[in-house]
């Protein structure tokens, strides 16, 4: 909309593409919308004719109106008169009740769409691969399922409603203005090219403004978050008089932001206020010429200053809102846009049931993350046996914690394949595969919720002996029920309650709930209290009796007790053996044995 | 507003005003500006009433007349505009003014209190509760001139006909009522929402975060069922609050409506008998008209008033906190370093600390007293929870301890100014907190606007230039959370940079290796003996390479010192000691 017009710059288009979507685009998320809408069509086209019937109430007041003056106070005749009131309190009465009835209607249908909305996105997201979370920023993700579909209840609670009444009523309002006196209805009309390029322009303007305030808003946000969360760092290096110093600034961008934003833009609201006392001046001045050449009634004139009035705030709340349809049709395409995302992870059509137990293969695979040109692994061929351990090591980012998400089909290969008892990854049923193989990552995540919740997420339908037995196997269920209201206890604002020891033990006991075939290990690098860390290691080591193990090893006493060690470097995997025989070969694996070995205390 | 909080909004209300006091010229210029419109507006149904009576009716200068409502439209349009402006400029300037207020305030309360205090509670005081006040003081200048024409009209309309103005006033102050009736019942419903959104978003946040465990698990459906309970509340919520609005607006829409056949009726009566004019009954319209939405946003503005007053309490509760933690009345100056005197001594003296956290009282240092010589290094070695870090706590003083004294070269910490001790004293921190900034001014975070040569010179000390110059900007690359992110052992290396930028006289590393992965932590650690030649070094650690780092070790146990020693004396000795130790590193088999 900006390379038209020949101002603004290519700098600025790519801030409003970001916003605004163009016609067909528009199109086709409004049709979409509609489709998208089914159940609640009915209930939306209920609302529409309610919506009719308010309209024609508003308009029958100045017309009832000026059949008083003209039919009941010119005319002399007292009864026509008290007609006409009986009928303009019948028509108020009529208008309140369908306008109770259209807010209900409407809400209901807008409420519900938003919720199938919510509900849809949130199933695909979830549906996505790890690749889909990888890319795309958590705070996006969020924002599509909150600030996106929130922009939209504005809409639905009366943005919707007054469009169409606004709508509806400069529709209806034209032919009954030009039924009444086509002369004067010429003359009104002059006005509204002005009003609507000038709200046009305004739209416009204060668009761009908000845009600028907008990002002002962000970085002031950021800016104050930055303030706070760092006030241990600033204040021990004394830092406060420049933060704040700093701070003022991005504050004062954010004033002067707000400031050309109401300069842009103020001159339309007195230009408003001007157009609508000046087009009542113009209908009676040159209404009441007609007037006295007789080809209009002087209940006319009274009729149409009343009527204009009622047409002015729809001319401008038709602009105004035409600009939160648009940006809640951008939101809307970028709802859409979620929902077409094809999971790349995805449960064959034709799932194959996992046997109890097997294998993992992996054949020859070639893997690498979107957006990168380098592969993080590259024809790596390696088999785990049932009930085997094996540590990968290798330097970070080298491909180790790479080739164990592969293992649990977190991504897929580009090329070669995973296996498990012989079933290709590809082909195999989510549910036994989560069942067969289990992730455990380096930091223990809780949801909110008590503890209990927060374990039973690994197998929702556990029963309580299930879950006993599990933490009994792992010796922790004294630990958890020594927490201040044993399981029940809540964690609280992501586990805050809960030390990072007893998170990770949450971890551990979430996969022995599921009881895998196959575990597979981030090792975490950093340290935790020697109490909670003798525990944590005895609880690990009962969890793998009896399962194949695949960890990613930062330490050497883990890797010591694997049965067998890959070293990955490159995106290969260089060394493969024991420990005795990878120190024989004197290569990657030695010198970083050597190394584990002298930050050892003894 | 309930009675209970009575007093609190008053108080609200008292702190609103008191801000507003420093713009009263442009609030009263506002408002001034504001009457000019309510006059011009005032006019209209009068001058139209004399055009339609003397120019229609009778054969008066009709041209005359509607010049005049030109006019009027001309007047009534300047002045809105510029009410406009004034509005918004003095709300956001409250806003801004209120904002660089609460900041300032946060950067100097005391650490305790930030203990306590969550970050987003701090961020919605100083974003949506400054929104409530600008909210309501950019109503200001159009509620003082929206009154005053009520009361204008009011006069106007008994003055021509004092039945007819109270027959068609009547429904009037029900739509000031229903409208504050309104405002106070939706608001409620309206957080109702927003509190359901935010647990929504709080779900979608933690399915995304925790995106791993639920695919590792297979538990989508679980979430999902989360998920759904929560869009069904929104919808349960949304529709409550569309309720209240069903009852109310459509009643706000049309009460005016029963004035107006009021007037109809009675005044078309009058008419008839040759009691009024039908210019006359034009305006009556008209004005009645005009009282609508005045009506409407004074009941609003006054429910607005009320928000922006319990709001501006919080606010105020962060404003009037005070600092636990301040600067000495008479403050005393650290002696200056000379050759024969060198800086850096720290002495504990028998001090006794504990955190209060809510009402519970966890000791930590029961009599701890420690010794450091000028340019002496001691490494601190303990268990959790014995205390190490709150050393470094209490010697940067964001803490004060509850007995016993921390004496800096010989003067009391508490006898110094906050920014006097805090550059003698240079901290690198287990966690490294990069801002929203290039490298070079996260490396001159201590010493702002130093030359980009001493940034360097510190950045290699530190072990840092050469990965700094593979960045895509090299020192000019935006580092922190919306900026490029580094390893654990990068960023060390920049706060190892900082600290030798601020050249402290006491450096205290506390835990700096331990994020870092231990291939790495050699070439760390030559940074770091760098960085501590000569000078006054306290090292908090369990890993034995970077305790071998310092001249000797403490052992703390149960908050006092138990064993004093080197690190080699130590583990051949204490026992305790070696347990410690031995636990740090025990087989680490972290899941």
Same mark, same amino acid.
């Given at each position: 909309?900006?390379?038209?017009g020949?101002?603004?710059?290519a700098?600025?288009?790519?801030?409003?593409?970001?916003?605004k979507?163009?016609?067909s685009?528009?199109r086709?998320v409004?049709v979409?919308?509609i489709?998208?809408a089914?159940?609640?069509?009915?209930?939306?086209?209920?609302?529409?004719?309610y919506v009719?019937?308010?309209?024609?109430?508003?308009?029958?007041?100045?017309?009832?109106?000026?059949?008083?003056?003209?039919?009941?106070?010119?005319g002399?005749?007292?009864?026509?008169?008290?007609m006409t009131?009986?009928?303009?309190?019948?028509?108020?009465?009529?208008?309140?009740?369908?306008?109770?009835?259209?807010?209900?209607?409407?809400?209901?249908?807008?409420?519900?769409f938003?919720?199938?909305l919510?509900?849809r996105?949130?199933?695909?997201?979830?549906?996505?691969?790890?690749?889909?979370?990888?890319r795309?920023?958590?705070?996006?993700?969020?924002?599509?399922?909150?600030?996106?579909?929130?922009?939209?209840?504005?809409?639905?609670?009366f943005g919707?409603?007054?469009?169409?009444?606004?709508?509806?009523?400069?529709?209806?309002?034209?032919?009954?203005?030009?039924?009444?006196?086509?002369?004067?209805?010429?003359?009104?009309?002059?006005?509204f090219?002005?009003?609507?390029?000038?709200?046009?322009k305004?739209?416009?303007?204060?668009?761009?403004?908000?845009l600028?305030?907008?990002?002002?808003v962000?970085?002031?946000l950021?800016?104050l978050?930055?303030?706070?969360?760092?006030?241990?760092?600033i204040?021990?290096y004394?830092?406060?008089?420049?933060?704040?110093?700093r701070f003022?600034?991005?504050?004062?961008?954010?004033?002067?932001s707000?400031?050309?934003?109401?300069k842009?833009?103020?001159?339309?609201?007195?230009l408003?206020?001007?157009?609508?006392?000046?087009?009542?001046?113009?209908?009676?001045g040159?209404?009441?010429y007609l007037?006295?050449?007789?080809?209009?009634?002087?209940?006319t004139?009274?009729?149409?200053?009343l009527?204009?009035?009622?047409?002015?705030?729809?001319?401008?709340?038709?602009?105004?809102?035409?600009?939160?349809?648009q940006?809640?049709?951008a939101?809307?395409?970028?709802?859409?846009?979620?929902?077409?995302?094809?999971?790349?992870?995805?449960e064959?059509?034709?799932?194959?049931?996992?046997?109890?137990?097997?294998?993992?293969?992996?054949d020859?695979?070639?893997?690498?993350?979107?957006?990168s040109?380098?592969?993080?692994?590259e024809?790596?061929?390696?088999?785990?046996?049932?009930?085997?351990?094996?540590?990968?090591?290798g330097?970070?980012?080298a491909?180790?914690?790479?080739?164990?998400?592969?293992m649990?089909?977190?991504?897929?290969?580009?090329?070669? @394949?995973?296996?498990?008892?012989?079933v290709?990854l590809r082909?195999? @049923?989510?549910?036994?595969?989560?069942?067969?193989?289990?992730?455990?990552p380096?930091?223990?995540?809780?949801?909110d919720?008590?503890?209990r919740?927060?374990?039973?997420?690994?197998?929702p339908?556990?029963?309580?002996?299930?879950?006993?037995?599990?933490?009994?196997?792992?010796?922790?269920?004294?630990?958890?029920?020594?927490?201040?209201?044993?399981?029940?206890?809540?964690?609280?604002?992501?586990?805050?309650?809960?030390?990072a020891?007893?998170r990770?033990?949450?971890?551990?006991?979430?996969?022995?709930?599921?009881?895998?075939?196959?575990l597979?290990?981030?090792?975490?690098?950093?340290?935790?209290?020697?109490?909670?860390?003798?525990?944590?290691?005895?609880?690990?080591?009962?969890?793998?009796?009896?399962?194949?193990v695949?960890?990613?090893a930062?330490r050497? @006493?883990?890797?010591?007790?694997?049965?067998?060690?890959?070293?990955?470097?490159?995106?290969?995997?260089?060394?493969i053996?024991?420990h005795a025989e990878l120190?024989?070969?004197?290569?990657h694996y030695?010198?970083?044995?050597?190394?584990?070995?002298?930050?050892?205390p003894? | 507003?309930?009675?209970?909080t009575k007093?609190?909004?008053?108080?609200?209300?008292?702190?609103?005003?008191?801000?507003?006091k420093?713009?009263?010229?442009?609030?009263?210029m506002g408002?001034?500006?504001?009457?000019a419109?309510?006059?011009g507006?005032?006019?209209?149904?009068?001058?139209?009433?004399?055009?339609?009576?003397?120019?229609?009716?009778?054969?008066g200068s009709?041209?005359?007349?509607?010049?005049?409502?030109?006019?009027a439209?001309?007047?009534?349009?300047?002045?809105?505009?510029?009410?406009?402006?004034?509005?918004?400029?003095?709300?956001?300037?409250?806003?801004?003014?209120l904002?660089?207020?609460?900041?300032?305030?946060?950067?100097g309360?005391?650490?305790g209190?930030?203990?306590?205090a969550?970050?987003?509670?701090?961020?919605?005081?100083?974003?949506?509760?400054?929104?409530q006040?600008?909210?309501?003081?950019?109503?200001?200048?159009?509620?003082?001139?929206?009154?005053?024409?009520?009361?204008?009209?009011?006069v106007?309309?008994?003055?021509?006909?004092?039945?007819?103005?109270?027959?068609?006033?009547?429904?009037?102050?029900?739509?000031?009522?229903?409208?504050?009736?309104?405002?106070?019942?939706?608001?409620?419903?309206?957080?109702?929402?927003?509190?359901?959104?935010?647990?929504?978003?709080?779900i979608?946040?933690?399915?995304?975060?925790?995106?791993?465990?639920?695919?590792g698990?297979?538990?989508e459906a679980?979430?999902?069922?989360?998920?759904?309970?929560?869009?069904?509340?929104?919808?349960?919520e949304?529709?409550r609050a569309?309720?209240?609005?069903?009852?109310?607006?459509?009643?706000?829409?049309?009460?005016?409506?029963?004035?107006?056949?009021?007037?109809?009726?009675?005044?078309?009566?009058?008419?008839?008998?040759?009691?009024?004019?039908l210019?006359?009954?034009?305006?009556?319209?008209?004005?009645?008209?005009?009282?609508?939405?005045p009506?409407?946003?004074?009941?609003?503005t006054?429910?607005?008033?009320q928000?922006?007053?319990?709001?501006?309490?919080?606010?105020?509760?962060?404003?009037?906190?005070?600092?636990?933690?301040?600067?000495a009345?008479?403050?005393?100056?650290?002696?200056?370093?000379?050759?024969?005197?060198?800086?850096?001594?720290?002495?504990?003296?028998?001090?006794?600390?504990g955190?209060?956290?809510?009402?519970?009282?966890?000791?930590?240092?029961?009599?701890?007293?420690?010794?450091?010589?000028?340019?002496?290094?001691?490494?601190?070695?303990?268990?959790?929870?014995?205390g190490?870090?709150?050393?470094?706590?209490?010697?940067l003083?964001?803490?004060?301890?509850?007995?016993?004294?921390?004496?800096?070269?010989?003067?009391?910490?508490?006898?110094?100014t906050?920014?006097?001790?805090r550059r003698?004293?240079?901290v690198?921190f287990?966690?490294?907190?990069?801002?929203?900034?290039?490298?070079?001014?996260?490396?001159?975070?201590?010493?702002?606007?130093?030359?980009q040569?001493t940034?360097?010179?510190?950045?290699?000390?530190?072990?840092?230039?050469?990965?700094?110059?593979?960045?895509?900007?090299?020192?000019?690359t935006?580092?922190?959370?919306?900026?490029?992110?580094?390893?654990?052992?990068?960023?060390?290396?920049i706060?190892?940079?900082?600290?030798i930028?601020?050249?402290?006289?006491?450096l205290?590393l506390?835990?700096?290796?331990?994020?870092?992965?231990p291939?790495?932590?050699?070439?760390i650690?030559?940074?770091?003996?760098?960085?501590?030649?000569?000078?006054?070094?306290?090292?908090i650690?369990h890993?034995?390479?970077?305790?071998e780092?310092?001249?000797?070790?403490?052992?703390?146990?149960?908050?006092?010192i138990?064993?004093?020693?080197?690190?080699?004396?130590?583990?051949?000795?204490?026992e305790?000691?070696r347990?410690?130790?031995?636990?740090?590193?025990?087989p680490?088999?972290?899941?």
């Open positions: 909309m900006w390379s038209g020949g101002r603004g710059g700098g600025r288009s790519g801030i409003e593409d970001d916003q979507l163009d016609r685009q528009t086709v409004l979409r919308s489709k998208m089914g159940e609640f069509r009915r209930t939306a086209a209920l609302a529409m004719v009719v019937i308010t309209v024609l109430c508003t308009l029958a007041g100045p017309v009832l109106v000026r059949h008083g003056i003209d039919a009941g106070i010119k002399k005749d007292g009864h026509a008169l008290n009131v009986v009928a303009y309190l019948v028509v108020v009465a009529i208008a309140y009740i369908i306008g109770r009835l259209q807010y209900v209607a409407l809400n209901s249908a807008g409420e519900g938003l919720r199938l919510r509900i996105v949130f199933t695909q997201m979830q549906r996505q691969s790890m690749a889909f979370f990888d795309e920023k958590a705070g996006v993700l969020v924002a599509r399922m909150t600030a996106d579909v929130e922009s939209m209840s504005e809409l639905v609670q919707l409603m007054q469009f169409m009444s606004a709508f509806l009523l400069l529709f209806f309002a034209f032919f009954l203005l030009m039924s009444l006196s086509w002369e004067l209805t010429l003359i009104s009309l002059v006005v090219p002005f009003l609507i390029a000038a709200s046009v305004f739209q416009r303007d204060s668009n761009r403004a908000y600028e305030v907008r990002e002002k962000g970085a002031n950021s800016a978050q930055e303030g706070i969360t760092g006030v241990r760092v204040q021990a004394a830092r406060e008089d420049e933060q704040i110093r003022k600034e991005s504050n004062r961008e954010l004033f002067r707000h400031l050309y934003s109401v842009v833009s103020t001159w339309y609201f007195g408003i206020e001007f157009a609508g006392i000046a087009s009542s001046a113009l209908i009676v040159l209404g009441g007037v006295h050449k007789g080809s209009v009634s002087l209940g004139v009274v009729a149409f200053v009527l204009l009035a009622t047409l002015f705030d729809p001319v401008q709340q038709l602009s105004q809102l035409y600009n939160t349809l940006s809640a049709a939101a809307l395409h970028k709802l859409f846009g979620i929902l077409d995302a094809k999971p790349d992870v995805d064959s059509p034709t799932p194959t049931a996992l046997p109890a137990t097997g294998d993992v293969v992996v020859n695979i070639t893997f690498s993350y979107a957006g040109v380098k592969p993080a692994l024809n790596v061929s390696v088999t785990l046996s049932a009930g085997t351990r094996l540590a990968l090591v330097p970070t980012g491909g180790k914690s790479s080739l164990a998400k592969l649990a089909r977190l991504y897929d290969p580009q090329s070669g @394949s995973v296996s498990f008892g012989g290709n082909d195999a @049923s989510m549910d036994d595969l989560r069942r067969r193989i289990v992730v455990i380096q930091e223990g995540f809780l949801f919720g008590t503890v919740d927060n374990l039973l997420i690994a197998k339908d556990a029963t309580e002996v299930e879950l006993l037995t599990a933490l009994d196997r792992l010796g922790l269920r004294e630990r958890f029920e020594a927490l201040p209201e044993g399981l029940d206890t809540e964690v609280r604002e992501r586990g805050s309650r809960l030390s020891g007893e990770q033990l949450v971890a551990l006991s979430r996969a022995a709930l599921v009881d895998p075939a196959v597979v290990l981030d090792e975490a690098t950093s340290n935790l209290d020697p109490g909670t860390e003798m525990l944590i290691e005895a609880a690990l080591e009962r969890l793998m009796v009896g399962r194949a695949i960890v990613v930062h050497l @006493s883990t890797v010591q007790r694997a049965d067998k060690i890959a070293v990955v470097a490159d995106a290969k995997i260089s060394e053996g024991t120190v024989a070969l004197n290569g030695a010198l970083l044995a050597a190394t584990w070995n002298k930050s050892q003894h | 507003m309930a009675n209970e007093g609190v909004t008053r108080e609200g209300w008292r702190l609103l005003l008191g801000t507003l420093l713009q009263r010229r442009a609030l009263i408002a001034c500006v504001g009457l419109w309510t006059l507006k005032v006019s209209v149904p009068q001058l139209t009433k004399l055009a339609i009576d003397r120019g229609i009716d009778k054969n009709l041209l005359f007349w509607t010049m005049l409502i030109l006019a439209a001309i007047i009534a349009g300047f002045f809105a505009a510029w009410r406009r402006y004034i509005a918004f400029r003095e709300s956001r300037l409250t806003e801004m003014m904002r660089e207020r609460i900041f300032a305030q946060i950067q309360l005391h650490v209190y930030h203990d306590k969550q970050t987003g509670q701090l961020m919605s005081r100083s974003s949506s509760d400054l929104q006040v600008q909210g309501f003081v950019v109503n200001i200048p159009i509620f003082v001139s929206q009154i005053t024409m009520v009361l204008g009209v009011v106007i309309l008994f003055l021509s006909d004092p039945l007819l103005a109270a027959v068609s006033l009547f429904p009037l102050p029900f739509i000031n009522i229903s409208a504050r009736s309104f405002s106070h019942k939706i608001h409620p419903a309206v957080l109702a929402v927003q509190q359901e959104q935010a647990q929504l978003a709080n979608v946040e933690e399915s995304v975060s925790g995106i791993r465990v639920i695919k698990f297979g538990a679980v979430q999902q069922g989360k998920l759904n309970i929560e869009a069904d509340d929104i919808r349960r949304s529709m569309a309720l209240i609005r069903s009852r109310f607006l459509p009643a706000i829409d049309l009460l005016p409506s029963l004035g107006l056949v009021a007037v109809l009726s009675l005044g078309g009566h009058r008419v008839i008998n040759g009691d009024m004019t210019g006359g009954l034009v305006a009556f319209n008209t004005y009645l008209t005009m009282l609508i939405w009506m409407r946003n004074i009941g609003m006054v429910a607005f008033g928000r922006a007053a319990s709001a501006l309490l919080r606010v105020n509760e962060i404003l009037s906190e005070v600092p636990a933690i301040a600067d009345i008479d403050p005393q100056k650290l002696p200056q370093a000379g050759l024969a005197s060198p800086v850096g001594a720290v002495k504990f003296e028998n001090v006794h600390f955190y209060d956290i809510g009402h519970v009282d966890i000791r930590v240092l029961n009599g701890l007293t420690l010794e450091v010589q000028p340019g002496e290094s001691v490494a601190i070695v303990g268990a959790t929870g014995s190490k870090s709150t050393i470094t706590r209490l010697l003083r964001f803490y004060d301890p509850q007995t016993g004294g921390i004496k800096l070269d010989g003067v009391d910490l508490r006898e110094l906050l920014s006097d001790l003698a004293v240079g690198v287990e966690d490294t907190l990069l801002f929203n900034d290039t490298v070079s001014a996260n490396i001159a975070f201590a010493k702002p606007g130093i030359d040569e940034v360097i010179r510190a950045a290699k000390l530190a072990g840092a230039h050469d990965f700094i110059l593979e960045l895509p900007e090299q020192y000019d935006i580092l922190g959370e919306r900026g490029f992110s580094l390893s654990g052992g990068q960023r060390q290396r706060a190892i940079a900082r600290a930028v601020a050249d402290p006289r006491v205290v506390d835990d700096a290796t331990s994020a870092v992965d291939t790495k932590e050699h070439e650690r030559d940074a770091l003996a760098t960085v501590m030649r000569g000078r006054t070094t306290l090292v650690a890993r034995p390479a970077t305790i780092l310092a001249d000797r070790a403490v052992l703390l146990d149960q908050g006092v138990a064993a004093v020693g080197t690190h080699q004396e130590l583990l051949a000795t204490n305790k000691y347990e410690v130790l031995a636990a740090w590193s025990s680490q088999v972290v899941e």
